[in-house]
């Protein structure tokens, strides 16, 4: 075995040198199951040993690995039989990534434009302070986000229904006259549920009320031993405060594919992630031009020409279609970028950012000048060339294809870059100009990164 030392940073002379950055490796999520599959592992002992190798590599802090929303989508279970397998890619993604995410993509897009406005520079200049790095709940998108806000409010509305139903029911059981529990109610309800004397009386006894609540929704130890929901109907804590630690839980990933990916308004994720719905665009394209040539064919041979003139307008005609059919990012990337700013005009707003800034830093930036949105528009000119092709072997968009596509806004970010030989093909020039290297298989992950970091002194 490889002896690896463990970066640090280290005296020489009087100077301290810094610590070496550590190799940032980007999984494909086929990693993750080909190494926590029990059947792969049986059939290829090598398997095994590269889930080790990868271990050791992070443990050293030779290897850093993050986990992004993408991956822990798709490896959720989309039924309870699978639910075993799902939360056995969790135990490694632990094991290797740690708390360590990515920032979720809409999120990233944001700051990736304000870093041109603030800064006139690409996020990517930051380095390791590149804020795409994240190691908290922030790898959770707006949706899943606004999800967990939705909890708190049951979980309050539902908590003053319980404190006013057990209320009513203890002063029954005491006995009191019609008008006694009128105003005994009066003071401990009050107009909007619960008055803060009922609250406080509510806090001396929490089991009461919040038992049953701490298993059906784990979310984070602290949230419901320092009992949260009643430290918010004391006042003691601010909305923010009870919406923050509950976003925490959210962000467990135990907790995530445990109990909140089965959730009403997230169970149905793990399978629209990879839809492929947009390929009918392509299919409805790709008919409409070889209509059109077939259309043209029978004119041109209704009017007799010459058969060598049928050939040149014919395939000057296939060119021309071919061209109208393949979508263009570059032009597009104007139109992403408006809707950009007009959906999220507030948020730059409060972070100085006006029209003519965003104008001018942003709109007139280069391709490339938003490493992650940009990756993302270049992957997908370059699929969408394939898709629109005319041929009648044009390749069909495939449900990996747009997964793909998704994980790639993360490419400039790192160093190694997991990826099919098909997205290979398509972004290895994008890929060679941002120094980021393609691995091509799960295997050859182990020898990629001893060669990196012996390029590095890491070793």
């Given at each position: 075995m490889i002896r690896y030392s463990t970066p640090r940073a280290k005296i020489m002379g009087n100077q301290l040198t810094p610590r070496p950055e550590p190799i940032r490796v980007y999984l494909d999520s086929s990693d993750i199951d080909n190494l926590t599959d029990a059947r792969k592992l049986a059939k290829d002992a090598r398997l095994g040993e590269t889930a080790e190798a990868l271990k050791e590599l992070a443990a050293k802090g030779i290897a850093e690995f993050r986990f992004s929303f993408f991956h822990v989508i798709e490896l959720a279970h989309a039924d309870d039989v699978s639910k075993p397998f799902a939360l056995r890619r969790v135990e490694l993604v632990k094991a290797l990534c740690g708390p360590k995410a990515f920032l979720n993509a809409d999120e990233l897009w944001r700051l990736e434009a304000l870093s041109l406005c603030q800064d006139s520079e690409p996020e990517l200049a930051k380095g390791a302070k590149a804020r795409v790095f994240v190691e908290d709940a922030s790898w959770l998108p707006r949706r899943v986000v606004d999800v967990a806000y939705q909890l708190v409010d049951s979980l309050i509305r539902r908590l003053k229904k319980r404190i006013g139903d057990r209320t009513g029911k203890a002063l029954e059981e005491i006995g009191t006259n019609?008008?006694?529990?009128?105003?005994?109610?009066?003071?401990?309800?009050?107009?909007?549920?619960?008055?803060?004397?009922?609250?406080?009386?509510?806090?001396?006894?929490?089991?009461?009320?919040?038992?049953?609540?701490?298993?059906?929704?784990?979310?984070?130890?602290?949230?419901?031993?320092?009992?949260?929901?009643?430290?918010?109907?004391?006042?003691?804590i601010s909305l923010d405060a009870l919406r923050a630690e509950c976003v925490a839980g959210f962000g467990d990933l135990d907790n995530f594919i445990g109990w909140c990916i089965e959730l009403p308004t997230l169970s149905e994720l793990p399978?629209?992630?990879?839809?492929?719905?947009?390929?009918?665009?392509?299919?409805?394209?790709?008919?409409?031009?070889?209509?059109?040539?077939?259309?043209?064919?029978?004119?041109?041979?209704?009017?007799?020409?010459?058969?060598?003139?049928?050939?040149?307008?014919?395939?000057?005609?296939?060119?021309?279609?071919?061209?109208?059919?393949?979508?263009?990012?570059?032009?597009?990337?104007?139109?992403?970028?408006?809707?950009?700013?007009?959906?999220?005009?507030?948020?730059?707003?409060?972070?100085?950012?006006?029209?003519?800034?965003?104008?001018?830093?942003?709109?007139?930036?280069?391709?490339?000048?938003?490493?992650g949105m940009d990756m993302m528009l270049q992957l997908a000119g370059a699929q969408f060339e394939k898709l629109a092709s005319l041929s009648?072997?044009?390749?069909?968009?495939?449900?990996?294809?747009?997964?793909?596509?998704?994980?790639?806004?993360?490419?400039?970010?790192?160093?190694?870059?997991?990826?099919?030989?098909?997205?290979?093909?398509?972004?290895?020039?994008?890929?060679?100009?941002?120094?980021?290297?393609?691995?091509?298989?799960t295997l050859a992950l182990p020898d990629m990164l001893r060669e990196e970091a012996r390029s590095r002194h890491l070793i």
């Open positions: 019609r008008k006694s529990r009128r105003g005994m109610k009066r003071r401990l309800l009050g107009r909007r549920g619960v008055s803060a004397h009922g609250a406080e009386i509510a806090a001396t006894t929490p089991d009461l009320f919040l038992a049953d609540w701490k298993q059906a929704f784990p979310l984070t130890k602290r949230f419901w031993e320092e009992n949260f929901p009643l430290q918010y109907l004391n006042k003691q399978k629209t992630i990879r839809r492929a719905d947009q390929a009918q665009n392509f299919d409805e394209l790709r008919a409409d031009a070889r209509e059109r040539e077939r259309l043209a064919k029978l004119l041109l041979e209704q009017l007799e020409p010459e058969a060598h003139v049928h050939h040149d307008i014919l395939r000057e005609l296939h060119k021309r279609l071919q061209k109208a059919t393949i979508p263009s990012p570059a032009k597009s990337r104007p139109k992403d970028l408006e809707r950009l700013y007009a959906s999220n005009r507030e948020w730059f707003t409060r972070r100085g950012v006006s029209n003519q800034d965003w104008e001018s830093e942003v709109l007139a930036s280069p391709l490339g000048a938003l490493p009648k072997d044009a390749r069909k968009l495939r449900r990996s294809d747009v997964s793909d596509l998704l994980h790639s806004q993360y490419l400039p970010y790192v160093d190694l870059f997991r990826a099919d030989n098909y997205t290979r093909s398509l972004i290895a020039n994008v890929a060679m100009a941002k120094r980021t290297k393609l691995v091509p298989g």
